[in-house]
């Protein structure tokens, strides 16, 4: 049946067609109720007992609310004929073949989309080209039309709703489809994974894996042949998720959409076909007596880090998610794989007077193959010239052994003063540590590292680091931390205007001022500098764009780096936390939760993970969470917070409020509790008035925390204030 232009279905009149498939016709429609351009699918007609299932399904399939699936608004019937009102969309079904950066990009939202389906206990069955359209925003996984509910049964007949022979008919795509669901037998999410593993074998090969001439045969590949062989042109790692996913058996598959994507995320994007040469550089093991040195073995290896870094053509691991494996007794074959590597620089220093020995191997992941060690004994009468001789050697042995060719370039020496430099490597130590108790040790040890040479740019930088840090988990006071790290930041950059990651913290700290235009400039300065410098493109996503409430951006930035330093905690937690604020709950979940089983005692994951199980409606769990922040960050005005804001929304009343006294009762000069951390206790505990005072004087006080949270679900009554436009005021942003 084809409908005219102006046939009323309901309050949906119809514009014109769109296109048609094997289950009905689809139409541009107009809903006159709300005024909005709508997809109608018209679906053929269809048995009683299918009818009874399309409604059954199409009622699960409507809680499905996720950026990468096509909405479903309501259901119908006209003239016999059902049909679904979908969100309507501008865009191409997606192509192929495809560059990596974008297979990874276009893959990690689809399988987002079937995370969140499966996590609703829906299975797709129908994961094809033709289904996933490519938008301005991103790609749209449409046609849950065969979606079925899973751990649901139905009979070989009820799947009979796609004609493909004369002999029988199957639901699905054949080419796609999984050999379980050829054979019409149950399936789960592992279905789903198949078919997406056929789908990224045509994004990168631009062929089908199962390509017949007739559907018959197709089928017959599907169940019992190897996919089409893939060109040598396609990386090992991702050929290696493809043929995962295109088992026969399901048990050999992935067992989920997102195991699938925690594979992807390691992938590299800029991986060509022979595979780029990469490598982590692990911290170096101190095994001198005095266990004070292990910031000079640390600094060897950020030394070496950053050299084959610029030297190109070599892709480096990043030092947060390369030294998060210190102390840990790992293969490097695991190592290996959780960097994504395929080489491992592993070293030892041992100091003794004025001695050292450093001792390097590089081994080979797949194998554990020792392919080159040396030995360097040296008197510490320069440490530069010690780094300097020892990192050339390595990097120029990496070359040979990696096959890379050409020079590093030169860099510039920070200081001439040894010791100045011991004690800035002794503050980074002290500083990455990201505990509240080894702080201040850091802050001292730049301060020295100043005494010894008051032109030392980058002490002035870990100043302004240290700053900007305690403001968020140690107690102090904001407006003066700020201060105090702006202060820094600028001698930093009047000094040496080359430091790229210092520009980033300038970015942080102008958004903190509210200054915007000039947060910007510091982030687009900080990549001018140095366009791999993750610190700047993170600053940039977590304290400009955030702010601003631009989510989905920060989001794909924060997933490119995430995928860039899969261990980082830092990335990961703001990342999860700008997934929450997308109302990405699972993933977010996902997400935080992979953090924290790497560093459990990472304060402001777990404060993550208190509000990413309040959203999921898992109270008790998130009570867990919250308890489990104080424990780690017991100044961390967010754990404490949190915890009063999960008792308020348990209807712990007394208990919240007692934690509020003990706040407003602790605050002073020696300890800070932020104001805008008390709105959101407020809010739960449905005082919205006192709430937007406190948010207010958060914003007076420069509070960091008024940035990352003013855009929260939960605050929704603060926004909804008739004083909420003094917020934005104040905070220098555009009114709503």
Same mark, same amino acid.
């Given at each position: 049946?084809?409908?005219?232009?102006?046939?009323?279905?309901?309050?949906?009149?119809?514009?014109?067609?769109?296109?048609?498939?094997?289950?009905?016709?689809?139409?541009?429609?107009?809903?006159?109720?709300?005024?909005?351009?709508?997809?109608?699918?018209?679906?053929?007609?269809? !048995?009683?007992?299918?009818?009874?299932?399309?409604?059954?399904?199409?009622?699960?399939?409507?809680?499905?609310?996720?950026?990468?699936?096509?909405?479903?608004?309501?259901?119908?019937?006209?003239?016999?004929?059902?049909?679904?009102?979908?969100?309507?969309?501008?865009?191409?079904?997606?192509?192929?073949?495809?560059?990596?950066?974008?297979?990874?990009?276009?893959?990690?939202?689809?399988?987002?989309?079937?995370? $969140? $389906?499966?996590?609703?206990?829906?299975?797709?069955?129908?994961?094809?080209?033709?289904?996933?359209?490519?938008?301005?925003?991103?790609?749209?996984?449409?046609?849950?039309?065969?979606?079925?509910?899973?751990?649901?049964?139905?009979?070989?007949?009820?799947?009979?709703?796609?004609?493909?022979?004369?002999?029988?008919?199957?639901?699905?795509?054949?080419?796609?489809?999984?050999?379980?669901?050829?054979?019409?037998?149950?399936?789960?999410?592992?279905?789903?994974?198949?078919?997406?593993?056929?789908?990224?074998?045509?994004?990168?090969?631009?062929?089908?894996?199962?390509?017949?001439?007739?559907?018959?045969?197709?089928?017959?590949?599907?169940?019992?042949?190897?996919?089409?062989?893939?060109?040598?042109?396609?990386?090992?790692?991702?050929?290696?998720?493809?043929?995962?996913?295109?088992?026969?058996?399901?048990?050999?598959?992935?067992?989920?959409?997102?195991?699938?994507?925690?594979?992807?995320?390691?992938?590299?994007?800029?991986?060509?076909?022979?595979?780029?040469? !990469?490598?982590?550089?692990?911290?170096?093991?101190?095994?001198?007596?005095?266990?004070?040195?292990?910031?000079?073995?640390?600094?060897?290896?950020?030394?070496?880090?950053?050299?084959?870094?610029?030297?190109?053509?070599?892709?480096?691991?990043?030092?947060?998610?390369?030294?998060?494996?210190?102390?840990?007794?790992?293969?490097?074959?695991?190592?290996?794989?959780?960097?994504?590597?395929?080489?491992?620089?592993?070293?030892?220093?041992?100091?003794?007077?004025?001695?050292?020995?450093?001792?390097?191997?590089?081994?080979?992941?797949?194998?554990?193959?020792?392919?080159?060690?040396?030995?360097?004994?040296?008197?510490?009468?320069?440490?530069?010239?010690?780094?300097?001789?020892?990192?050339?050697?390595?990097?120029?042995?990496?070359?040979?052994?990696?096959?890379?060719?050409?020079?590093?370039?030169?860099?510039?020496?920070?200081?001439?003063?040894?010791?100045?430099?011991?004690?800035?490597?002794?503050?980074?130590?002290?500083?990455?540590?990201?505990?509240?108790?080894?702080?201040?040790? !850091?802050?001292?040890?730049?301060?020295?590292?100043?005494?010894?040479?008051?032109?030392?740019?980058?002490?002035?930088?870990?100043?302004?680091?240290?700053?900007?840090?305690?403001?968020?988990?140690?107690?102090?006071?904001?407006?003066?931390?700020?201060?105090?790290?702006?202060?820094?930041?600028?001698?930093?950059?009047?000094?040496?205007?080359?430091?790229?990651?210092?520009?980033?913290?300038?970015? $942080?700290?102008?958004?903190?001022?509210?200054?915007?235009?000039?947060?910007?400039?510091?982030?687009?300065?900080?990549?001018?500098?140095?366009?791999? !410098?993750?610190?700047?493109?993170?600053?940039?996503?977590?304290?400009?764009?955030?702010?601003?409430?631009?989510?989905?951006?920060?989001?794909?930035?924060?997933?490119?780096? /995430?995928?860039?330093?899969?261990?980082?905690?830092?990335?990961?937690?703001?990342?999860?936390?700008?997934?929450?604020?997308?109302?990405?709950?699972?993933?977010?979940?996902?997400?935080?939760?992979?953090?924290?089983?790497?560093?459990?005692?990472?304060?402001?994951?777990?404060?993550?993970?208190?509000?990413?199980?309040?959203?999921?409606?898992?109270?008790?769990?998130?009570?867990?969470?919250?308890?489990?922040? /104080?424990?780690?960050?017991?100044?961390?005005?967010?754990?404490?917070?949190?915890?009063?804001?999960?008792?308020?929304?348990?209807?712990?009343?007394?208990?919240?409020?007692?934690?509020?006294?003990?706040?407003?009762?602790?605050?002073?000069?020696?300890?800070?509790?932020?104001?805008?951390?008390?709105?959101?206790?407020?809010?739960?505990?449905?005082?919205?008035?006192?709430?937007?005072?406190?948010?207010?004087?958060?914003?007076?006080?420069?509070?960091?925390?008024?940035?990352?949270?003013?855009?929260?679900?939960?605050?929704?009554?603060?926004?909804?204030?008739?004083?909420?436009?003094?917020?934005?005021?104040?905070?220098?942003?555009?009114?709503?």
């Amino acid at each position: 049946m084809s409908l005219p232009a102006g046939t009323l279905l309901g309050h949906y009149e119809i514009v014109g067609p769109i296109g048609s498939g094997g289950m009905g016709a689809v139409y541009k429609a107009l809903d006159t109720r709300l005024d909005r351009a709508v997809a109608v699918k018209l679906m053929h007609n269809s !048995s009683p007992a299918l009818r009874e299932r399309f409604y059954r399904e199409a009622r699960a399939i409507a809680t499905l609310q996720h950026p990468h699936i096509c909405a479903l608004f309501d259901i119908g019937a006209h003239e016999g004929s059902d049909y679904l009102v979908m969100e309507y969309l501008e865009g191409e079904t997606l192509g192929s073949p495809l560059p990596i950066a974008k297979v990874l990009e276009y893959s990690l939202q689809i399988l987002g989309a079937l995370e $969140a $389906a499966h996590h609703r206990g829906i299975a797709h069955r129908d994961l094809k080209p033709s289904n996933i359209l490519v938008t301005s925003s991103g790609t749209k996984l449409l046609d849950f039309g065969l979606a079925k509910t899973l751990g649901t049964t139905e009979t070989r007949q009820e799947t009979l709703t796609a004609p493909l022979t004369e002999a029988g008919m199957i639901v699905g795509t054949a080419a796609y489809m999984s050999p379980e669901q050829a054979e019409g037998k149950a399936v789960d999410e592992r279905s789903d994974v198949f078919s997406f593993g056929a789908v990224l074998y045509e994004m990168l090969t631009g062929q089908r894996a199962f390509q017949r001439d007739t559907q018959i045969a197709t089928i017959t590949a599907v169940l019992r042949d190897p996919p089409v062989p893939m060109p040598p042109a396609v990386p090992g790692a991702l050929r290696a998720v493809v043929e995962r996913c295109l088992q026969k058996d399901p048990e050999r598959r992935f067992p989920s959409a997102g195991e699938v994507g925690a594979a992807m995320r390691q992938i590299d994007p800029r991986q060509t076909a022979a595979e780029s040469p !990469s490598i982590a550089i692990l911290p170096f093991t101190n095994l001198s007596a005095d266990r004070d040195n292990e910031y000079f073995s640390d600094g060897l290896a950020e030394e070496i880090i950053n050299a084959i870094t610029h030297l190109g053509g070599i892709r480096v691991a990043a030092r947060t998610s390369a030294f998060a494996f210190r102390g840990k007794e790992v293969s490097v074959r695991r190592i290996g794989e959780e960097l994504g590597v395929s080489t491992v620089l592993e070293g030892s220093v041992r100091r003794a007077g004025n001695r050292v020995r450093v001792t390097v191997q590089l081994v080979k992941v797949a194998d554990g193959y020792q392919m080159w060690s040396e030995r360097y004994d040296r008197e510490m009468t320069d440490v530069f010239a010690i780094q300097d001789e020892i990192s050339a050697a390595i990097v120029e042995k990496l070359k040979v052994q990696l096959g890379e060719s050409g020079a590093a370039p030169a860099r510039k020496r920070p200081t001439e003063n040894v010791e100045a430099y011991n004690c800035y490597l002794q503050g980074r130590y002290y500083l990455h540590r990201y505990n509240p108790d080894s702080l201040p040790k !850091s802050l001292e040890r730049f301060r020295r590292a100043l005494e010894l040479d008051p032109e030392y740019a980058l002490a002035y930088g870990g100043i302004a680091d240290y700053h900007y840090i305690a403001t968020l988990i140690s107690g102090t006071a904001p407006l003066e931390s700020v201060q105090a790290a702006r202060m820094a930041a600028l001698k930093a950059v009047e000094l040496d205007d080359s430091l790229a990651d210092t520009h980033g913290i300038l970015c $942080a700290i102008e958004a903190m001022h509210y200054n915007w235009p000039q947060a910007e400039d510091c982030a687009r300065r900080a990549l001018e500098l140095d366009p791999t !410098s993750m610190m700047g493109r993170y600053y940039h996503a977590a304290w400009f764009l955030r702010p601003r409430g631009r989510f989905e951006e920060a989001q794909r930035e924060l997933q490119r780096l /995430v995928e860039q330093d899969p261990l980082s905690p830092r990335f990961g937690f703001v990342h999860a936390l700008t997934l929450y604020n997308l109302g990405r709950y699972e993933e977010a979940h996902q997400e935080i939760r992979r953090v924290i089983d790497f560093d459990q005692s990472y304060v402001l994951a777990h404060w993550v993970h208190a509000w990413v199980l309040m959203a999921l409606d898992r109270p008790e769990e998130a009570l867990a969470a919250a308890q489990a922040s /104080v424990a780690r960050g017991p100044r961390a005005s967010m754990a404490l917070g949190t915890l009063a804001c999960v008792k308020a929304r348990m209807g712990l009343r007394e208990e919240a409020l007692a934690i509020i006294e003990q706040m407003l009762g602790e605050s002073g000069p020696e300890m800070y509790w932020s104001r805008s951390t008390l709105c959101f206790i407020y809010v739960e505990l449905g005082e919205v008035d006192r709430a937007i005072e406190e948010f207010l004087a958060g914003v007076e006080n420069r509070e960091p925390n008024t940035l990352q949270l003013i855009w929260d679900r939960v605050i929704d009554p603060v926004r909804k204030h008739h004083r909420f436009g003094e917020v934005l005021a104040a905070m220098n942003l555009p009114a709503v």
